[in-house]
Nanobody, 123 residues
Framework: QVQLVESGGGLVQAGGSLRVSCAAS????????MGWFRQAPGKERDFVAA????????YYADSVKGRFIISRDNAKNTVYLQMNSLKPEDTAVYYC????????????????WGQGTQVTVSS
C-alpha cells in the first residue's frame, strides 16, 4: 500500500518562501514519478508541478513557473516543492501524488494521494 505524507505548510507573507515535503512509503519510490497539486477553497484541484523518477524531467504549471522548484531525494523517499516569491493566490491545500507514469501524474490520474498540507500567503 502506498502512503504519502505531506509536511511543511504554514503561514507566510507575500514575497516569502516556503518548502513543503512529501514522504513516501510502501513501494519502490525511486522508480515512480511524483507530483504536486493544490486546491483553493471552492476551486478544483489544479496541477502545480511534476518530476520523473530520476529527477531529470520536470513540468510546471504556468502560474508557478520561475517561482517554484520541484525536486526529489530518492535516498530519503521524499519529494520537495520549494516555493519562492509567494503570492496570496498561491494559498491552497497542497497535495502530493505518485504513479509509475509521469503522464498520469501530470493529469492527476493516480489513485495515490497524500492528505494535504495547508499553505497560506498573507498580503
Amino acid at each position: 500500500q502506498v502512503q504519502l505524507v505531506e509536511s511543511g505548510g504554514g503561514l507566510v507573507q507575500a514575497g516569502g518562501s516556503l518548502r513543503v515535503s512529501c514522504a513516501a512509503s510502501g513501494r519502490t519510490f525511486s522508480s515512480y514519478a511524483m507530483g504536486w497539486f493544490r486546491q483553493a477553497p471552492g476551486k478544483e484541484r489544479d496541477f502545480v508541478a511534476a518530476i520523473s523518477w530520476s529527477g531529470g524531467t520536470t513540468y510546471y504549471a504556468d502560474s508557478v513557473k520561475g517561482r517554484f522548484i520541484i525536486s526529489r531525494d530518492n535516498a530519503k523517499n521524499t519529494v520537495y516543492l520549494q516555493m519562492n516569491s509567494l503570492k496570496p493566490e498561491d494559498t491552497a491545500v497542497y497535495y502530493c501524488t505518485t504513479n509509475e507514469f509521469l503522464s498520469r501524474v501530470r493529469v492527476g490520474g493516480s489513485p495515490y494521494w497524500g492528505q494535504g498540507t495547508q499553505v497560506t500567503v498573507s498580503s
